[in-house]
């Protein structure tokens, strides 16, 4: 039996180096706040749409503190998109 294709990006996603995650996603989030106008935006807003799929794929998995938390940092990231984009 072959796993589904969520599957096998969850199996990708889980060998992931976290460092390695978190420096890219650092990466795209500052140049968001750096680069000018509609493109800073629309990266806020591709790590946005990003971090909200995981957030939404792992969901059953985490703790309701840590549910909020990325909640709410999901929150202030499309707020900052729309900032940038205003």
Same mark, same amino acid.
């Given at each position: 039996m072959?796993? +589904?294709? +969520?599957?096998?990006?969850?199996?990708r996603l889980?060998g992931?180096n976290?460092t390695?995650?978190?420096?890219?996603?650092?990466?795209v989030?500052l140049?968001?706040?750096? #680069?000018?106008?509609?493109v800073?935006?629309a990266l806020?807003?591709?790590?946005g749409?990003a =971090?909200?799929a995981l957030t939404?794929t792992?969901?059953p998995?985490q703790?309701?503190? =840590? %549910?909020t938390? %990325?909640?709410i940092?999901?929150? #202030?990231?499309?707020a900052?998109?729309?900032?940038k984009?205003l």
């Amino acid at each position: 039996m072959t796993p +589904s294709p +969520s599957e096998n990006l969850l199996r990708r996603l889980a060998g992931v180096n976290p460092t390695t995650a978190f420096i890219a996603a650092l990466v795209v989030f500052l140049a968001g706040l750096f #680069l000018p106008g509609i493109v800073g935006a629309a990266l806020l807003v591709a790590l946005g749409a990003a =971090l909200a799929a995981l957030t939404f794929t792992t969901w059953p998995v985490q703790p309701p503190a =840590l %549910r909020t938390v %990325r909640v709410i940092l999901l929150a #202030l990231l499309f707020a900052a998109a729309v900032a940038k984009a205003l």
